[in-house]
């Protein structure tokens, strides 16, 4: 028989973040710090609209680009909390969650050849979109010294003829670094002078604990080249509501609303009409859940400082990346162990790319009583390690 699979996606590798979550899920007595979805539940009130658009039969498709209210209002949010401005009809587009902004962005914009820049730890959905998008993926390696930011040298340096689009993955999954203002600044300038693309993922951006998130669209004369990727499952807790939205120049809007049309139709209608009340009424619920994953991050930083686990500080979304070279295993080894020894599942830091190895993503979108009994197992397990180190070393 002819072979029924594309070439192209039997090359892309299943996510390495299931891996662990498939196998903590049959083993009894497991803690996952594995998974990026929060513990909390959707606000009650959020819940609530969505039950009355079913109470009140709104079960129609809505508009290809989603729902005009719920446009206004996420509008109004980026102006009043990163100073954006986006006319609601022409430069945005509603989408099944973050990830189908991300996908669509990357199939309107590239031809094949077209280079596409990925900093590298981050988010595992890049490079396979860049891939089915026809696109030459390109990886920057960020380094642990930096905090792992993009640095305008390394971007320099990555940048050819072909060249074409970076993608900006702050607040950063798995690192939790951020980029401030002086950093984008600086990289700003490199952009415009080789006349590049941004796709700005910045689905974390309500998940800052320094200074208010600067989005790269709002520095001068980035608008014009830049695709903001947000949406509702990490600020508001509505992973499984999916629901998303993608902002930028009405030339690229309009051709992903063209994927979308033919690929999608529409978002969930019922998870549009929550979120007209996530953007009116949800501030003060992602302000109490930010200052709850603030205490759990503050908590795990100690942690393991009292462990001797080295990491630095990240200011952003709800993970770690501890680094754990010192054990002479790599990540998938010291993940396997971990899991097999202690019950206690963590992501390879190589699920995030290869200059992942040597470190762990532990999230703490998890109970502050699960992460105390976790880490709890995860210093018994480092201590023995080290103690099996020792005893080698004096026979």
Request: with cysteine; aromatic share 10%; charged share 25%.
């Amino acid at each position: 028989m002819r072979d029924p699979l594309s070439k192209t996606i039997v090359t892309i590798q299943p996510s390495g973040i299931r891996k662990f979550f498939d196998i903590v899920s049959e083993m009894k007595d497991a803690i996952s710090l594995g998974v990026g979805e929060p513990d909390f539940d959707t606000p009650w009130h959020i819940r609530d609209e969505g039950i009355y658009s079913l109470e009140k039969g709104r079960t129609f498709y809505t508009s290809n680009s989603g729902l005009k209210e719920l446009r206004m209002e996420i509008a109004k949010f980026l102006h009043r909390r990163y100073g954006l401005e986006y006319d609601f009809n022409k430069e945005m587009m509603i989408t099944v969650g973050g990830s189908e902004a991300i996908d669509i962005a990357m199939r309107a914009m590239l031809d094949p050849g077209d280079e596409v820049l990925i900093p590298q730890p981050s988010y595992v959905s890049y490079y396979p979109c860049c891939i089915l998008a026809n696109g030459t993926p390109v990886i920057i390696e960020l380094k642990a010294e930096n905090e792992f930011r993009l640095k305008p040298e390394e971007l320099e340096a990555a940048i050819t003829p072909k060249t074409k689009l970076l993608v900006l993955p702050y607040p950063n999954n798995p690192t939790g670094a951020v980029m401030e203002k002086s950093d984008l600044e600086a990289i700003a300038e490199i952009i415009k002078k080789h006349d590049l693309y941004v796709l700005s993922d910045e689905i974390y951006s309500e998940l800052t604990y320094t200074d208010n998130h600067v989005s790269i669209a709002s520095l001068p004369e980035m608008k014009e080249r830049t695709i903001v990727i947000n949406g509702f499952s990490k600020s508001h807790a509505m992973t499984g509501w999916r629901l998303g939205y993608a902002c930028g120049p009405e030339i690229i809007i309009k051709q992903m609303l063209k994927i979308h049309q033919y690929v999608i139709m529409c978002a969930p209608t019922t998870s549009q009409y929550a979120a007209i009340d996530a953007m009116k009424n949800g501030d003060e619920d992602v302000q109490k859940m930010r200052e709850e994953y603030n205490g759990r991050r503050r908590y795990l930083l100690h942690r393991f400082k009292e462990m001797g686990l080295e990491c630095f500080e990240p200011f952003g979304a709800f993970y770690m990346f501890p680094c754990i070279k010192e054990f002479g295993m790599t990540s998938e080894e010291f993940a396997t162990a971990l899991l097999n020894a202690k019950k206690v599942a963590v992501v390879p830091g190589t699920a995030f790319g290869d200059c992942g190895e040597g470190f762990l993503r532990v999230s703490y979108a998890y109970s502050l009583e699960d992460l105390k009994v976790a880490l709890g197992r995860i210093e018994e397990f480092i201590t023995e390690l080290r103690e099996k180190k020792d005893s080698t070393k004096t026979k």
